[in-house]
């Protein structure tokens, strides 16, 4: 896991209720050092008034060069992935909702990126209360992710990005 500083620094909060898909999706971008906007995940995702489709944003990452994949899981393979995925929860009485679970800190408690409350701690308990649905997605960056850096290379060399 990156240190908490870098999550820290990647992390994005969702702009308005519908946006906190596309949110975790951007704060997964950032933390593996790439960029985007909420108006182009938007626009990848599908994201309407109502939110986002757990398969809106497995679009848009793949779109966006990662290997992307939905699945059940439950806290163990949570733990045993290791690595930043985005969660279906539920929250305040039935509000479907997203989160990045970046991992299991030191003191069994799992480090949670929350696009309406910024980064919060989760026991193995609060954490399962709250996924109740079992759903996530992964994400990896494949060959066809562009970190922000490279981007600005491409640029400066005459070359566009889409």
Known sequence: M????????SFVLQQDQSDCGVACLLSLIKYYSG???????RNLSGTNTTGTTLLGLYQAANNLGFTAEGCEADIDALIEHGKPCILHVT???????????????????FLIGDP?????YYTKEELEKIWQSKTCLTLEPDKDFVKASD?????????STL
């Open 116 to 120: 309406a409350k910024g980064i919060v």
């Open 91 to 109: 929250v305040d009485d039935n509000m479907q909702h997203y989160v990045v679970c970046y991992g299991i800190h030191e003191d069994e408690v």
């Open 2 to 9: 990156q240190t908490q500083k870098h999550i820290q620094k």
């Open 151 to 159: 981007a600005k290379k491409q640029k400066s060399n005459g070359l």
């Open 35 to 41: 960029n985007n906007t909420f108006e182009t995940l």
